[in-house]
């Protein structure tokens, strides 16, 4: 892999010095990160000459390959050779990174090697410069690994919680084809589309429920803390209150007495819905729920149907093949339904056949997706045919998010305000009967 980014700078010249003093690892960490700007890393080597003699020593090179190449130019025949910075690498990053970082990381590292900087320097350059602490040692990490002949996609996928399976597939693609900075940037494209999908959904839930939350807490200020007060008032008054007053201490009553019994249900209400996520038969059947339900289900559609084709699109751009794509859009898929429906197409284009018949057998995906999916198979542009599938169906989930936030903040507010206007008449009813009893 390295070797295609090796053709397209200039020669890195490696020195070859057996007097060079030893340095320990952590010493080498510090001139790596503080002030070596090639990025070359000290090798220690046992080697024999073409006379059978055993040669010990030392030598820099900007990673493994070139130090073997070296040794080999000088007439050695290598048996160990090693990195002298071997604790820097191997060593997994500690705690979690964010997707935004790793978009960030992705779009500089294309940058860098855009530019003609080898990947060693520039996973070197990106780990000097990482302000937080979990980036920097994921890169260092990367680096170290690559020093030492490992492929990128290989030090990625020591990462499965920062690197998905989609990604590091990707990666192994762009190293197979000699593009892999062109594969970053698609990468860089995917994620900000999906996260642009991902923003529009929580956009567009996140006033609604502001209001529920606003108006729950007002319900329960008003249950557990105005109306009892009330109700103790109205009793030593020894009055007879209105109906609806009377239904709303009852409320009241029970709510502040059995409070408990709410909580143990939602307790338990919890404890289902999570016990049935971790069983298959479980989320296939909420998953089913959510794609049925009025509302939402087609929000869910659309937005499943966008990421499958960008998905599909930037895995067979890349030269991913058919199967193997399939298998890598069917884990990124969070929908239960559709992930078993690609994974029983994957079973029917064993035999050859496009991928309209196969999708088209389970009678999930829509008509409109598998008719735009014939025509670019036929015309042989299958890939612009995914892309705009992608296209049509963010623009319906932005089309339909906009109506549900249209019908569901008017409906939310009319709900809250008749629960919270039920309770403030109430009260009113009874202040007034008071007021009317006074005066008479």
């Known amino acids: 892999m390295n070797s295609v980014f090796r053709q397209r700078r200039p020669h890195v010249p490696v020195v ?20 070596v700007a090639d990025s070359m890393a ?54 979690s990174v964010s997707r935004r970082d790793v978009l960030m990381m992705t779009q500089q590292l294309s940058n860098l090697l855009r530019s003609g900087m080898s ?52 990666i192994k693609a762009g190293e197979a084809s000699g593009a892999l900075e062109q594969v970053l940037g ?26 529920v939350v606003a108006g729950i807490g007002v ?37 502040t007495a059995y409070w408990w019994v709410l909580a143990i249900a939602a307790v338990f209400a919890v404890i289902w819905y999570q016990s049935t996520k971790r069983t298959e038969a479980g989320r296939l059947m909420l998953d089913r729920w959510r794609l049925k339900l009025p509302v939402l289900g087609p929000i869910v559609k659309a937005g499943a149907f966008a990421q499958f084709a960008r998905t599909l699109a930037t895995l067979l751009e890349n030269g991913v093949p058919v199967l193997t794509a399939l298998q890598i859009v069917e884990g990124t898929m969070t929908n239960c339904v559709i992930a078993n429906e690609l994974r029983e197409t994957r079973t029917r284009v064993t035999d050859g056949t496009s991928l ?19 025509v670019g198979e036929e015309s042989g542009e299958v890939v612009p045919a995914l892309q705009n599938i992608g296209d049509t169906y963010e623009q319906e989930l932005g089309h339909r998010l906009r109506i549900f936030t249209t019908l569901l903040e008017p409906v939310i507010i009319l709900i809250m305000a008749l629960l919270v206007g039920s309770v403030v008449v109430s009260i009113l009813l009874a202040v007034f009967d008071l007021t009317s009893g006074i005066g008479k």
């Open 16 to 35: 070859f010095s057996p007097g060079y003093p030893e340095r320990t690892g952590l010493e080498f960490v510090r001139a790596g990160r503080y002030g």
């Open 42 to 95: 000290s090798f220690q080597y046992k080697a024999r000459t073409r006379a059978g003699e055993l040669v010990n020593g030392s030598l820099d090179a900007d990673d493994r390959q070139l130090a073997l190449a070296e040794l080999g130019r000088r007439g050695f025949f290598p048996m160990e050779v090693t990195v002298v910075a071997e604790s820097h690498s191997l060593r997994p990053a500690r705690r």
């Open 119 to 170: 990947l060693t320097q520039a996973l070197d350059v990106l780990g000097r410069r990482a302000q937080q602490a979990p980036v920097r040692e994921l890169l260092g990490a990367l680096h170290g690994d690559v020093l030492q002949g490992a492929s990128l996609s290989d030090a990625m996928a020591k990462h499965p919680r920062v690197f998905p399976n989609f990604y590091v597939n990707l």
């Open 186 to 211: 698609r990468l860089r494209q995917h994620y900000e589309r999906i996260g642009d999908i991902r923003e529009k959904i929580i956009g567009a839930l996140l006033y609604p429920m502001i209001v």
């Open 219 to 255: 319900m329960i200020f008003f249950m557990t803390f105005m109306v009892p007060r009330f109700a103790q008032m109205f009793k030593e008054m020894r009055r007879t209150m209105p109906l609806p007053t009377r239904i709303l201490i009852g409320v009241s009553d029970m709510f």
């Open 356 to 374: 309209t018949q196969p999708l088209a057998k389970g009678k999930v995906f829509p008509p409109l997706l598998l008719d735009m999916l014939a």
